[in-house]
């Protein structure tokens, strides 16, 4: 099963694993949820983080329930400064 997973709003504070295009791909074995995913990335804390799968949001009391499918396109938002 693969899923990307897209970071907008990071800046310096993106995990290691991701590209410089702040995208990276992961093959998983077995269903998953959201947040294992975002564990398995390095991202312990979801403060100020928004998860979109294609154009839904997938509301943080759900990530640890719904389960993810092959070919998920995620973007993961950071809450950053700025105006």
Same mark, same amino acid.
């Given at each position: ?25 992961? @093959?998983?074995?077995? *269903?998953?949820?959201? %947040? ?10 979801? &403060?100020? $983080?928004?998860?979109?799968?294609? @154009?839904?949001?997938? *509301?943080?009391?759900? %990530? ?10 995620? &973007?993961? $938002? ?6």
């Amino acid at each position: 099963m693969t899923i990307e997973i897209k970071l907008f709003g990071f800046g310096d504070d993106r995990p290691p694993s991701f590209s410089n295009d702040n995208t990276i791909r992961l @093959d998983v074995d077995t *269903p998953t949820t959201p %947040w294992l995913l975002l564990r398995a990335i390095g991202i312990t804390d979801a &403060t100020g $983080l928004v998860l979109m799968n294609a @154009d839904q949001v997938i *509301p943080q009391r759900q %990530w640890n329930d719904a389960i993810l499918q092959d070919f998920d396109r995620l &973007t993961l $938002l950071s809450a950053f400064e700025g105006g």
